[in-house]
């Protein structure tokens, strides 16, 4: 699914979902949230949607899952494509693409860190 048809609020919901951590800090789900986009308000609008659907719960600072065990199979989630990149988090020149499937679409490209940060692996 090309970016322009890609929904980032669904993405970065999807993403909140699959996180591998038991919390995180605002500032560490905005770490994550801006793989999606960089826009201020569809960030607040990802978060505010994952806390109205009950996908994660907000307080005190912190960003909880709600949805536990729904975490991302490396073996069949994550594509990995050799070519030209620039990771999306971090911005480096890579040439093994990480790219994460989710049923709103496709995230990525990352290097291998830069995945496992992202999914609240590391």
Known sequence: MPDDERDPVELGVELLAHL??????????????????????????????????????REDGLVRPRSGGTYVSFES?????????????????????????FDGGELGPFGSTCVRKVLGRE
């Open 20 to 57: 591998e951590a038991a919390s995180l800090s605002v500032a560490e789900a905005m770490d994550r949230i801006e793989t999606v986009t960089t826009n201020p308000g569809v960030q607040r609008e990802i978060l505010d949607t994952a806390a109205m659907r009950g996908v994660i719960d």
């Open 77 to 101: 989630d994550v594509v990995v494509r050799e070519g030209e990149f620039a990771c999306e988090r971090c911005g480096a020149s890579i040439s093994t693409g990480h790219f994460v499937q």
